[in-house]
């Protein structure tokens, strides 16, 4: 990624985690999600079970935010590192960690390439950076950083249908702050499956599983109160029917070096 880019992407992370300074709460909710997944149709809880026991493991929070998730991993009993390009991200989870008594190792950071030595990691995981910084390098990156046998887990937005990219795209420029979508920067790409399992083909594993067939189109015809019945449909329709992974907006993507 260009300075140019690299400098856009901090900016734009800072602002979106400054109005978070000074919240240090956990969510109870969301920590029993990470410590008992059993729901699947979840591709958080998905995540969470495929990252399975991390006590005493070390871990690497590629691209934190504002370090939620690496609350949730430290509290799980993982010796976690975690990092982001955001100062203002970078200190809301070095509050959180310290108003919750964990010990996290919080640095402001690059992602692409890292300052850490080949092999540091036992797990890396990450949530929506790899479309940020470029699947290529991302994943060649996390290689870099995993001991042998070591496993990855990210959890990314989908962008195969060209068709459904352009209807993403209608949706942002004329719906986008009616909705509430999560506005995005022009350094970012949803990833391709193709382009996934292209770039994961030199580690000894990989599997993708994909989420989110009505991701944007649930916020035009569904209350908030259903949005969980979507996700479970969606998750039956992907399971039945293959070939509709070409059109989820989601996936989650287990690897192991």
């Not at 080949?118 to 470029?134: A, E, P, Q, R």
């Not at 046998?149 to 990210?154: D, I, R």
């Not at 994961?200 to 109160?225: D, E, F, G, N, Q």
Request: glycine fraction near 10%.
């Amino acid at each position: 990624m260009d300075q140019d880019k690299l400098r856009e992407e901090a900016e734009f992370a800072d602002s979106e985690y400054a109005k978070m300074i000074g919240d240090t709460r956990i969510s109870p909710r969301m920590f029993s999600i990470y410590e008992h997944p059993e729901q699947m149709w979840d591709w958080r809880q998905r995540a969470a079970r495929l990252l399975g026991e991390v006590r005493g493991k070390t871990l690497l929070d590629y691209g934190c935010g504002q370090g939620e998730e690496a609350v949730y991993f430290a509290k799980l009993g993982a010796c976690v590192t975690a990092i982001d390009i955001s100062d203002v991200g970078i200190r809301v989870g070095r509050e959180r960690a310290a108003a919750n008594g964990l010990g996290i190792d919080f640095r402001v950071m690059s992602c692409t390439p890292t300052e850490f030595s080949d092999g540091s990691f036992d797990i890396i995981h990450g949530m929506g950076i790899l479309h940020h910084v470029g699947i290529s390098k991302g994943l060649g990156e996390v290689h870099r950083l995993l001991r042998p046998g070591g496993m990855a887990v990210f959890l990314e937005p989908l962008g195969s249908s060209r068709l459904v990219e352009a209807a993403k795209r209608w949706l942002h420029a004329r719906l986008g702050r009616r909705l509430d979508l999560i506005p995005v920067t022009s350094g970012e790409e949803n990833l391709k499956l193709a382009d996934i399992e292209r770039e994961c083909a030199h580690y000894s594993y990989h599997h993708v599983y994909t989420y989110r067939l009505s991701y944007r189109a649930r916020k035009l015809i569904l209350p908030r109160a259903l949005w969980d019945w979507s996700l479970r449909l969606d998750h039956a329709l992907l399971a039945t029917l293959p070939p509709l992974r070409h059109f989820s907006g989601g996936a989650v993507i287990h690897i192991r070096k």
